[in-house]
């Protein structure tokens, strides 16, 4: 796991991960925990992470098709994976892992 972080796509991939488990977390138990038994505790400290991490999964995408040449339909497709859930878990399945990289090129 560590050589993932000395690459932009490691690292894209690593936000992507943490990205859709919080996106998960939100949405299948901090929501319901809110709506259905009047507990918000959840949603408040899953909310704000979950925000955080998806800003940073948005910035990196962007950063890493810049950088990499991306096709605008290509970013389009990574950044819509994050709103979706289990969108970032497809994308990285389907288009990130497959990609070729080498520490000195990022």
């Not at 050589?3 to 901090?30: D, H, N, Q, Y």
């Not at 098709?65 to 339909?73: A, F, L, Q, T, V």
């Not at 389009?76 to 979706?84: A, D, N, Q, T």
């Amino acid at each position: 796991m560590i050589p993932m972080f000395k690459t932009t796509i490691g690292r894209l991939r690593i936000i992507g991960f943490l990205e859709g488990i919080s996106l998960l977390v939100l949405v299948l138990i901090a929501v319901p925990m809110k709506y259905f038994f009047d507990n918000p505790s959840g949603s408040s400290l899953v909310g704000p992470v979950h925000g955080m991490l998806f800003l940073l999964f948005i910035a990196n995408a962007i950063y890493v098709g810049k950088i990499r040449r991306w096709k605008y339909s290509t970013i389009f497709k990574v950044l819509l994976s994050s709103i979706i859930p289990f969108g970032t878990f497809y994308i990285d399945h389907i288009l990130l892992s497959k990609i070729k990289t080498n520490p000195q090129n990022n």
